[in-house]
């Protein structure tokens, strides 16, 4: 499954999809919430192309154009858009010319966008597979890795406070998905961590994994300490370590593709991917029956319907080991949401430089936790940017931090007030 926009290919009907998807962006408060700061980066532009293609559309479209952004998950309002737009612009060559220009405008800053898959129908509901389900199906004779050196360890931070959530089954999604790997599973460690107040979840993910560290924290997830957790107290002496989010579902040659581009001996790390689609709720439910069910054919990104982010710094991060303790890990004065993969790519980037490479990446659904129209919090305006390590005397991924036995720093007591 090769996740791409739906306007990287050519001819008048994708150019109508992709208009027909920024009216459901623009008018679709969930796909919005998807990132909620890239929309506000871009959601002038992308009112102005709205209007250009009413404009332009005239009293033709203009009807549909309403009825869609009055209704933007409404497929029928969809298709009908995007058909009678696809007839004008292979009729009105002037038409086309304007609208593929005001859809290019749109290059200059959005990073999302709305993606409704060609193939998308009036389906009868999947039944989503249960996470005990997924595990069931997870071929446990295959031989885990021993002590020594492998290729990499995958660490997948985790927090899920029940069951309906929908963390869990992602999780579960993610571990199948990275369990029958075109690689020997004896060639990669799973690391999962799970901070939280007590390990609820260690019974159930603990035998899918390799290395199972719980990391005691009440407050705000720190996704950052987490990983260094992992990293520090369940990694194996491996040369690469990939930051995995338990919420992605990968395809069977993602970890020999991503390890391959380790053999060019000048390349530090990288993100395996230029897009990801974060599918909907039916989306997912889908992607999860094709890809961990009986058949595992896997589903086409036209199946699915969800919204695009463009390069981003958050889900998935390869790096060599020795860039990962020269730069001290992540930042763990971010707790709570955001800003620790921005601070962590920058300095990737500083210390030892990261690729970006053509390939897509699918997203789970699962609730949030914080109101999706929320800002990001105050004090990350005021953030000390790239400066980790605060104290290079104090070890990273210490799992007492939050225990009492050993109080943080005074810059990062000061942020947490506010994170």
């Given amino acids: 499954?090769?996740?791409?926009?739906?306007?990287?290919?050519?001819?008048?009907?994708?150019?109508?999809?992709?208009?027909?998807?920024?009216?459901?962006?623009?008018?679709?408060?969930?796909?919005?919430?998807?990132?909620?700061?890239?929309?506000?980066?871009?959601?002038?532009d992308y009112a102005a192309a709205v209007a250009q293609y009413r404009e332009l559309g005239g009293a033709h479209l203009?009807?549909?154009?309403?009825?869609?952004?009055?209704?933007?998950?409404?497929?029928?309002?969809?298709?009908?858009?995007t058909e009678a737009t696809a007839t004008m612009l292979d009729?009105?060559?002037?038409?086309?010319?304007?609208?593929?220009?005001?859809?290019?405008?749109?290059?200059?800053?959005?990073?999302?966008?709305?993606?409704?898959?060609?193939?998308?129908?009036?389906r009868p509901p999947v039944i989503p597979l249960s996470t005990e389900r997924i595990l069931a199906g997870i071929d446990s004779s295959r031989r885990r890795p021993a002590a020594g050196p492998v290729l990499a360890t995958i660490v997948v931070p985790f927090r899920s406070a029940g069951?309906?959530?929908?963390?869990?089954?992602?999780?579960?999604?993610?571990?199948?998905?990275?369990?029958d790997q075109d690689l020997?599973?004896?060639?990669?460690?799973?690391?999962i961590v799970e901070s939280d107040t007590r390990p609820r979840w260690k019974?159930?993910?603990?035998?899918?994994?390799?290395?199972?560290?719980?990391?005691?924290?009440?407050?705000?997830?720190?996704?950052?300490?987490?990983?260094?957790c992992g990293v520090v107290h369940g990694g194996g002496p491996d040369e690469l370590v990939c930051v995995l989010d338990g919420d992605l579902l990968l395809e069977p040659g993602f970890l020999s593709r991503?390890?391959?581009?380790?053999e060019d001996d000048t390349l530090q790390g990288h993100w395996p991917y230029q897009h990801v689609l974060f599918a909907d709720g039916p989306s997912s439910d889908l992607a999860v029956e094709r890809r961990c069910g009986p058949d595992r054919t896997g589903a086409d990104v036209e199946e699915l319907r969800g919204t695009y982010l463009h390069r981003t710094p958050g889900g998935c991060v390869w790096v060599r080991r020795a860039l990962f303790d020269r730069m001290a890990g992540m930042d763990e004065r971010l707790e709570g949401w955001g800003?620790?993969?921005?601070d962590f790519a920058w300095r990737a980037e500083l210390y030892g430089g990261l690729e970006r490479f053509d390939t897509g990446l699918l997203h789970l659904h699962h609730e949030r936790t914080a109101p999706d129209t929320a800002d990001r919090p105050p004090a990350l305006d005021v953030f000390p940017w790239c400066t980790w390590p605060a104290d290079s005397g104090s070890p990273i991924g210490d799992l007492g931090k939050y225990s009492g036995e050993q109080p943080g720093s005074p810059l990062g007591t000061q942020l947490g007030k506010h994170l």
């Fill in 163 to 179: 069951a309906d959530d929908g963390r869990a089954r992602n999780l579960a999604a993610c571990l199948a998905s990275l369990n």
């Fill in 184 to 191: 020997p599973r004896d060639q990669y460690r799973v690391v």
């Fill in 203 to 228: 019974s159930v993910f603990g035998p899918y994994a390799d290395s199972y560290v719980f990391a005691y924290a009440p407050g705000r997830f720190n996704k950052a300490w987490t990983v260094n």
């Fill in 62 to 81: 203009a009807p549909l154009i309403d009825a869609l952004a009055a209704a933007p998950r409404d497929l029928t309002s969809f298709r009908a858009l």
């Fill in 339 to 342: 800003g620790e993969d921005n």
């Fill in 91 to 122: 009729e009105d060559r002037a038409t086309a010319a304007a609208l593929t220009d005001t859809v290019r405008a749109l290059r200059q800053t959005a990073r999302i966008s709305a993606h409704v898959g060609a193939d998308v129908t009036e």
């Fill in 1 to 44: 499954m090769v996740l791409r926009d739906a306007d990287g290919g050519s001819g008048s009907h994708l150019l109508a999809r992709r208009l027909a998807g920024c009216v459901v962006l623009s008018a679709d408060p969930v796909a919005q919430s998807t990132a909620w700061g890239m929309w506000q980066w871009c959601r002038g």
């Fill in 258 to 262: 991503s390890i391959a581009r380790f």
